[in-house]
């Protein structure tokens, strides 16, 4: 008969079980990590937190869950794991724990008062332990964290660190720290430098000898730099080139200024539902980000749904955040398409009073105001404005913005006359062809034929008929109506749009299109809807020119052809 089991010897051989369980739900939660199983890893940690709390599962737990994109959930976990790390005694992991927190606030969040407070942890840990190992990142972490506001200082501590990387020769610092000098080169106007360095960031993050992490620092350096200088072909160029690291791990732009950045690179390279995917990500993260982050990607949003045709839907976006400086351009966008010209206009003029010393985002703004005038008819004016916007554009030395300028140029020119608009405007078209801006493009196609049509009129219809497609294929609803009735003008048929258009269409003009499919009439739809048959002919009238067609049964038979089969 075995001896009986005393009470004490009970209760450790049940500790023993709980120690043993924990390290391996720690150990198949840290496989699951560097294999990219985020949800996996997420509950393993979390088995392991409900039998004991331990810094290793509430940074794995924070990491598998920023992955998961909840990156307001990750903070106070990463919070809480450096507080048991510097209990325990692991100063190492208590500052990449604190690395993490500053790199969170600044790049998803804005907070930078919370990040320079986590970068100021960072240097107590390294100091109170004597950890010089670790220069090399307090020096990439100070970086970051100047990035915004003092690219020369950020320069220099990102050089300090890839030298400290080369000496230690750690692959994950010298990957981040060269993106880092890379984006602020880029910042200081030294486009080619930065660019060069960016480039052989990201082969190295892609390469597959760094962490998963450093892949995500990375990344966004790079889409945010590209997207600042509006390369929007190099910026493509890498989106591919990671489609397997994506296919595998997911998405590697996880902060929020990231996501917005990425969502301008997919918008200005034509995939717009894509980019729209990316704001509504970025604008999920919660209460945590800073009112101007939020304001941007709504600015952002409100742009991409202006250039939709769904104005009303832009201004709703933007509510209560139109004295941001990222909203103004939007809401003076918004004037313009509901005919407030003369508002649009002075949004525009006293904005651009105050952006002395940022040359870019002013060019932005004097592009709006010149499009803005020619709607007006003051076509001297837009002229005088163009030909100033192209000489300041001409020093900057960026490829999108000058294509722009000679866009804006060659429409100034067309409206006073001048002959010299067609090669600005070919210019222009050759230009964005080549920059893979496909709207861009359009626009300059549909300028050029309006211009060259009574000198060569089979010219001006084949330019005109490839402005509509693509017009159509991104949902540029009121560039396509455009097109289609110049094509109509010159007695040209236009095609119909096919199913993309009907993203251009409110949720109540989906629903009204869909019962118009069922033979209903004015007034059944409005008892369906509850709503006046007056609405319903309002909502009609709508889709109908949104779909480019002309009669209630017209839109019933595209209904059936496309309404079905969703």
Known sequence: MDAPVKPSDTESMASERSVQDVAALLA?????????????????????????????????????????????????????AFGVFRREGDHENAFFTAMYLCLGYD????????????????ARVVEDSRLDVLQGWLLLCEAVTLHNDDPVAAQEKARAALDAARERNDADLDVCARSELGAALVE????????????????????????LDTVVLASCRTITSCSRAVDIKRATQWIRAATRFNEKYGSPHLYTTCRIHYARVLLLSGQWALAEAQLKAALSVGQLVEPDLHAEALALFGHLRVIQGRADEAERLIAGYEQHAAAVPVLAAVRAAQGQFEVAEWLVRRRLDLLEGKPLAAADLSGLLIEIELDRGKAQQALADAE??????????????????????????????????????????????ELAMPYEAARSRLALARLTHAADKEAAVEESKGALATFQELGAIPDAAAAAALLREWGVKAVRRGPNALGSLTTREQEILALLGEGLSNREIAARLFITPKTVEHHVGHLLTKLDLKRRGEAAAYAVRHLSSK
């Open 188 to 211: 200081l106007g030294r486009i080619s430098e930065g660019t060069a360095l960016l480039d052989e960031a990201m082969a190295g993050a892609l390469g597959g000898e760094v962490d």
């Open 107 to 122: 790049m998803t969040f804005a907070n930078f008062s919370a990040s320079r407070g986590w970068l100021a942890k960072c």
């Open 28 to 80: 198949t939660a840290d496989e699951a990590l560097r294999a990219g199983r985020w949800e996996e890893a997420r509950d393993d940690f979390e088995a392991a937190l409900e039998i004991e709390e331990s810094g290793r599962a509430l940074f794995g737990l924070a990491l598998a869950v920023w992955w998961l994109g909840d990156p307001s959930s990750s903070i106070p976990l990463w919070e809480r």
């Open 388 to 433: 100033a916007l192209s000489q300041a554009t001409s020093r900057l030395g960026v490829p999108a913005v000058s294509a722009r300028s000679r866009y804006l140029l060659g429409r100034a020119l067309a409206a006073v006359g001048n002959e010299t608009a067609v090669r600005e405007l070919d210019q222009a078209r050759t230009a964005f062809v």
